[in-house]
């Protein structure tokens, strides 16, 4: 099992950027599929991106592709996401989600307990 704690997150202007951390505690991430979602009051929890095993493929839902990078920084055992151009719409709390399959749709049984991200108009 993975623990994985998010950091990163915040309240920043529309149009601003901002980038996530996502390390795990105890464990490397290296073996691991690794992805994003994002969940606001009332509404189901997201996909955002996820990033494969070695960093070699990755996904992004289709109406964050350009936006949102996800990458992943072995010699550093963490996994980001960095947002640019961010709108009020992204508001939510961002997770972290880990799997030990290689599909990047998931499931991802491992999450971490999300990061607020604010974007003020």
């Known amino acids: 099992q993975v623990q994985l704690v998010e950091s990163g997150g915040g309240l920043v202007q529309a149009g601003g950027s901002l980038r996530l951390s996502c390390a795990p505690s105890?464990?490397?991430?290296?073996?691991?599929?690794m992805g994003w979602f994002r969940q606001t009051t009332g509404k189901e929890r997201e996909f955002v991106a996820a990033i494969s095993r070695y960093g070699g493929n990755t996904y992004y839902a289709d109406s964050l592709k350009g936006r949102f990078t996800i990458s992943r920084d072995s010699a550093k055992n963490t996994v980001y996401l960095q947002m640019n151009s961010l709108k009020p719409e992204d508001t939510a709390i961002y997770y972290c989600a880990a799997s030990s399959g290689n599909v990047l749709g998931g499931p991802y049984p491992y999450w971490g307990q999300g990061t607020q991200v604010t974007v003020s108009s």
């Open positions: 105890g464990r490397s991430l290296s073996t691991y599929t």
